[in-house]
């Protein structure tokens, strides 16, 4: 197959650490346009391996296993923001991660990310970084209510965080801060809606947005995701700007997320996912592109397409207690498209899949949805 010195071509390999569905869809997407696809999980038979062509099963940070993959690849991408920053620095001095490791090294960390968002000065929730439980009472003394606690590192869907409602809940906090040690304190935003915007960047820095998503979480998973979102000229322009100078300033390559609360005209950033996002996964059918597809442009060096969404839609995510209900109505559903992802055990709330309706109005999506629902019954 020709190679040339840019470009990563169809028939080459790309090599993706972390086997889960965002691994498989991004594999899906590459697979389409022809590219052979390694990946790298500890678990045999995960979502990614179903499609690949290879799986070296070992552990993320296995040395050994790292060097296979670079070696097998010709490009590598990742599908999570906790890897193993040795590992991505020597795929990186081997010409081999064009995203780097300074993007994950900031998203997997709560105060490096919060720490970099506000020396650009964006709009952050006000926030405290403490190393135990004396530093924590130290702290929520003079810390307002409601507030959360957030282990700094490794914590996600929820997971990690400790709502703070009162002063009453300093000693539950000081236990918090006692067994997580490094954490942060945050303002507790009372936001009217959350939403993320994602995007592509390609190596010349060049930025593809998808239209801002408007997201709906159930005990802090995310539950539905509308697009577009119900936000207004204004908002949307405040968080396409903050997304540009987050981007240049990590020097992104691929597609990435941030998470933000709207209250008002005004936005408060949350997280980044230097990935494709759970709340992108409605562009495989409403855009001309899907975010997976664009960032498999972005990492082989090919130029980014326009976006365009074709239609406005909604994406259901299916839990693990949600799989019996999606295939009892499969076979009576005419519309929505499901998802899944392979996962051999459908733990309660583990993600199996998901749900895209689209139709020309959200109107028609939601009887969609009310049909879904019923059916699964
Ligand atoms: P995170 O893991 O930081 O994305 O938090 C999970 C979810 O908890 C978010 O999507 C919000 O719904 C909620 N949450 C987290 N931090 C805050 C905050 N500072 N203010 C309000 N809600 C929050």
């Known amino acids: ?203 010349s820095g060049e930025i593809s947005f998808f239209p801002i998503a408007e997201n709906d979480h159930k005990d802090h998973i995310l539950y539905q995701t509308q697009v577009p979102a119900r936000i207004s000229e204004e908002v949307q322009n405040k968080a396409y700007k903050a997304a540009e100078k987050l981007a240049e300033k990590m020097n992104v390559v691929g597609t990435f997320a941030i998470e933000i609360f709207v209250q008002g005209e005004d936005i408060f950033l949350n997280e980044m996912a230097p990935r494709p996002h759970n709340s992108g996964h409605y562009t495989i059918e409403a855009c001309n592109i899907s975010q997976f597809a664009q960032h498999i442009r972005a990492i082989a060096g090919l130029p980014l397409a326009p976006i365009k969404l074709l239609e406005p839609a909604a994406m259901i995510n299916i839990l693990g207690e949600d799989l019996d209900g999606v295939l009892r109505a499969l076979p009576k559903m005419e519309d929505g498209f499901v998802h899944l992802y392979g996962k051999v055990e459908a733990k309660t709330k583990r993600k199996m899949g998901h749900t895209t309706f689209i139709a020309e109005t959200q109107e028609e999506i939601k009887q969609q949805i009310s049909r879904f629902e019923e059916a699964k019954r």
């Open 1 to 203: 197959m020709q190679k040339n010195n840019t470009s990563i071509l169809p028939g080459q390999t790309i090599g993706i650490i972390g086997g889960g569905q965002l691994g498989r869809m991004m594999a899906i997407a590459a697979k389409y346009m022809g590219y052979y696809i390694a990946v790298l999980d500890p678990t045999t038979n995960c979502p990614a391996s179903q499609v690949a062509d290879k799986q070296i099963t070992a552990a993320y940070d296995d040395k050994q296993a790292i060097k296979e993959l670079t070696e097998m690849a010709d490009v590598v991408t990742y599908e999570f923001e906790n890897v193993d920053l040795t590992a991505a620095t020597y795929i990186e001095e081997k010409g081999k991660l064009p995203q780097g490791p300074y993007a994950l090294e900031i998203t997997q960390n709560r105060e490096k990310e919060k720490q970099l968002m506000k020396d650009l000065g964006l709009p952050i929730p006000d926030f405290s970084i403490i190393t135990n439980g004396r530093e924590c009472e130290e702290v929520l003394k003079t810390f307002s209510f409601p507030a959360v606690i957030k282990t700094c590192s490794g914590g996600y869907d929820g997971k990690g965080q400790l709502k703070l409602k009162s002063q009453a809940d300093i000693q539950q906090a000081v236990d918090f801060a006692e067994k997580n040690s490094h954490c942060i304190i945050e303002e507790w935003v009372t936001f009217d809606k959350e939403i993320s915007v994602i995007f592509t960047r390609a190596k």
